[in-house]
C-alpha cells in the first residue's frame, strides 16, 4: 500500500506547515492550496466585501477583547485584505482575511491562528471559507481554532480537519432508538432508512 502524499494548504505564515486533513471537501481543498489573487487585482465588489469582512473582524475581537482583556490590533500586508492581532498574558490569536481567488468571484477565506503563550505552548488553526461574514462567524471560526489547538512538535505539521458527515450522527441516534426499543417489537416499528433520516 502507497503512502498517499499530504496536501499542504496555503497558510499565510511560512514557519508553520499545515495540513489539509480528512472531511474537507474536493473544491475546498482545491482553494485552499491556490494563491490568492493580490489586493491590486480586487474589483470594485471584491473589495466591498473585503471591507466587510474586515469591519465584521474587527467587531468580533473587539467584543472578544472585552471579555477576556485582549489587546488588538490591525497591520498593514500587501497580500491580504487585512491582519489582526489579538493577545493577552495567556492566549494569542492571528488572522488573516485573504483576498478573492479568482477576479469574477467573491469567495474569500479567513483563517485564524491560535497560540497558546503557557508552558505548553499548544497551536490551533481554523479557517472558514465563504462570499462573506458576519461577526458570529469570525467568532466561531477563533473558537474554533482554540478549541482545535494540540502541542506540536518542532517542525511538526497542523492538520486542519472538517466536520464528519452528519449521516453518521443520524445513523448511531437511529441504532441508540433501536437499542431502546421493546424486544418484543410490540410499541415500535424498526427503523428504516426513510424514519431514520427524513431529510435525506
Partial sequence: MTDVKPKYANFPERELKVVIGPNINASTTKTLTRMSIGTYEMSFTQQEKGTATTEATRLALSTLGRATGLTVTKEAHRDFVACFVAQNAEHKYQIWISTPFELTQAGHIVWVKYTELGSEGKIGVAFKLSTGFNADD???????????????????????????????????????????????????????????????
Avoid: W
Fill in 138 to 200: 469570525v467568532t466561531n471560526v477563533v473558537k474554533a481554532a482554540q478549541k482545535a489547538a494540540v502541542k506540536l512538535e518542532a517542525g511538526e505539521p497542523f492538520t486542519i480537519k472538517g466536520n464528519p458527515p452528519p449521516r453518521f450522527v443520524k445513523k448511531t441516534k437511529a441504532t441508540d432508538a433501536a437499542a431502546e426499543a421493546p424486544a418484543d417489537g410490540s410499541d415500535a416499528a424498526p427503523a428504516s432508512p426513510e424514519t431514520a433520516n427524513p431529510a435525506g
